[in-house]
């Protein structure tokens, strides 16, 4: 059984930051063969995609909405993937999710993510 447990979300106010973890776990897990990814759905939204990295070479992938602000990295050793969130926005404000996907494809797919984390709240004020 895989666990993605997220952690680091809370209210901030427009232009601050904001640092997300995922840590993963599993007996048969192999944390380092899956790509990661960040996720976020609004009230009302569809969920969508914000970042991901890859697990061969950890190329990284972002939302038009979040380049420049957001950076995502992984830690193979922890078996944790992070979400840094700079110049936060009032329209950042939703739950954020960590997914994880074996092998390399099609990243910004909600489909192709075989494991899913609880959620995080992140709230951005004006």
């Known amino acids: 059984q895989v666990q993605l447990v997220e952690s680091g979300g809370g209210l901030v106010q427009a232009g601050g930051s904001l640092r997300l973890s995922c840590a993963a776990s599993?007996?048969?897990?192999?944390?380092?063969?899956?790509?990661m990814g960040w996720f976020r759905q609004a009230p009302g939204k569809e969920r969508e995609f914000v970042a991901a990295?890859?697990?061969?070479?950890?190329?990284?992938y972002y939302a038009d909405s979040v380049k420049g602000r957001f950076t995502i990295s992984r830690d193979n050793a922890k078996n944790t993937v992070y979400l840094q969130m700079n110049s936060l926005k009032p329209e950042d404000t939703a739950v954020y999710y960590c997914?994880?996907?074996?092998?390399?494809?099609?990243?910004?797919?909600?489909?192709?993510?075989?494991?899913w984390g609880q959620g995080t709240q992140v709230t951005v004020s004006s």
């Open positions: 599993g007996r048969t897990f192999s944390f380092r063969l899956y790509a």
């Open positions: 997914a994880a996907k074996r092998g390399d494809g099609d990243y910004l797919a909600v489909s192709e993510y075989n494991y």
């Open positions: 990295i890859s697990w061969s070479n950890s190329n990284t």
